[in-house]
């Protein structure tokens, strides 16, 4: 049985404490490492030999990007690499982004040592593990014009303002806000950023989709 080398990057260095301690106890794995530091991710994938990176989506202070671009980023200079989303924003629109950049898992931080340790190994021998979809909402995508506008209408900006500030006509912004009404099955504003937000269109922490 090959152990398997796993590299965690997170910004809370007690979920990293505590992740280390629940994982010392499994035979399969045979190194646990945790970082804050992103510049190095390659580097660090490479001389420690690292087989899956667990990573957040939320880094708070570390990058001025999201887990989900950092991931991207780190399968284009390794594609060799695995990657799991071990995150407590467990979002359709996270998990949706994550598929669509190849990253091989995505989890919630609540999992349970031997859930993770069984999905590890999955994903390990080149499966995939994501959250049952079958009752998931499917919409479909929202551009990014889309995107900016709810999120701007959700910081209280009213439509003249937005309208502005994109650089579009009232009359655009009313066709767009058409569209994304369409796409999220609703029929007012308010609706539209209430299921953006359930969703994870519009979230606390920073998206650049």
């Known amino acids: 049985m090959h152990l398997i080398n796993i590299l965690l990057v997170d910004d809370h260095i007690l979920f990293a404490k505590s992740l280390s301690v629940a994982l010392d106890e499994y035979n399969e794995i045979e190194h646990f490492y945790s970082t804050q530091d992103i510049a190095s991710l390659d580097t660090i994938v490479c001389d420690k030999n690292i087989d899956i990176v667990l990573m ?7 990058s001025d990007t999201d887990g989900l671009e950092i991931a991207s ?33 995505f989890l919630n931080k609540n999992i349970s040592p031997d859930d993770l340790i069984s999905s590890l190994i999955h994903v390990y ?18 551009t990014s014009m889309e995107k900016k ?8 900006k009213k439509r003249k303002c937005v309208a502005d500030e994109l650089y579009i006509s009232e ?19 308010v609706e539209a950023i209430t299921k953006a937000i359930q969703l994870g269109y519009i979230s606390p922490i920073r998206k650049t989709f």
Do not use: M, W
Not at 56 to 62: E, S, V
Not at 149 to 156: A, F, K, P, V
């Open 149 to 156: 506008i709810l999120q701007l209408i959700s910081s209280g």
């Open 125 to 142: 021998h080149g499966k995939t593990c994501f959250p049952s979809e079958s009752n998931e909402i499917i919409i479909e995508d929202l």
């Open 56 to 62: 957040d989506i939320n880094l708070g202070n570390l």
């Open 73 to 105: 980023n780190l399968l284009k200079l390794n594609p060799a690499v695995k990657i799991i989303v071990l995150t407590g924003y467990d979002l359709p629109v996270y998990r949706h982004e994550a598929k669509k950049i190849g990253i091989s898992g």
């Open 171 to 189: 009359r655009t912004l009313s066709n767009h806000l058409q569209h994304i009404f369409e796409k999220l099955e609703v029929s007012s504003v």
